[in-house]
């Protein structure tokens, strides 16, 4: 499979898994051949796309939040620069990004780093690191008043993801 069927696959999962924060009925997707899990409701539409450097995503919108899933396949990504791809396809300049948990050797992740980015309106919350075959960074993008009333279904989406 190439990368751009795995990002769809993989954003398919993420936007699936977004979509939960109103639904109860949460299943496990899981992928060996490419060494993802994540928990997943039923029923989403998404299209896939291409970003720079190599990068594939796949983008959907559901009640007025986005859902990105991006992974670059056999690269080992920095921090900064899987960050300045976030900043470019979420629109929210980097100096918003904070960094609320960040650590190394959980759930497949060889590092990762969790954020919150918002710019006074639109937030993003957002989780990106490395793992076993590359390079990957998913984030749902919301107002910041969807996002506080949904926080803990956000987190228990973010936690659910695992590399294998």
């Known amino acids: 499979m190439n990368l751009r069927?795995?990002?769809a696959l993989t954003l398919l999962g993420v936007l699936l898994a977004a979509t939960a924060v109103?639904?109860?009925?949460?299943s496990e997707y899981r992928s060996d051949e490419y060494g993802f899990s994540m928990k997943i409701p039923a029923g989403a539409t998404f299209e896939e796309k291409e970003a720079a450097d190599g990068w594939g995503f796949l983008h959907a919108?559901?009640?007025?939040?986005?859902?990105?899933?991006?992974?670059?396949?056999?690269?080992?990504?920095?921090?900064?620069e899987i960050e300045k791809v976030g900043v470019k396809i979420s629109g929210i300049d980097g100096k918003h990004w904070k960094v609320i948990d960040k650590g190394e050797s959980r759930n497949?992740?060889?590092?990762w780093r969790t954020v919150?980015?918002?710019d006074g309106h639109t937030l993003v919350f957002a989780g990106y690191g490395t793992g076993p075959k590359g390079s990957y960074?998913?984030?749902?993008?919301t107002t910041e008043e969807d996002y506080k009333a949904h926080q803990?279904?956000?987190k228990q989406w973010y936690e659910s993801v695992k590399l294998h």
Do not use: I, N
């Open 5 to 7: 069927r795995w990002t």
């Open 22 to 26: 109103l639904a109860d009925d949460w």
């Open 61 to 80: 919108e559901s009640e007025g939040v986005e859902f990105f899933a991006l992974a670059k396949l056999g690269t080992q990504a920095t921090a900064e």
């Open 108 to 111: 497949g992740w060889k590092w």
């Open 116 to 118: 919150e980015a918002s």
């Open 137 to 141: 960074l998913c984030f749902l993008k």
């Open 152 to 154: 803990a279904h956000y």
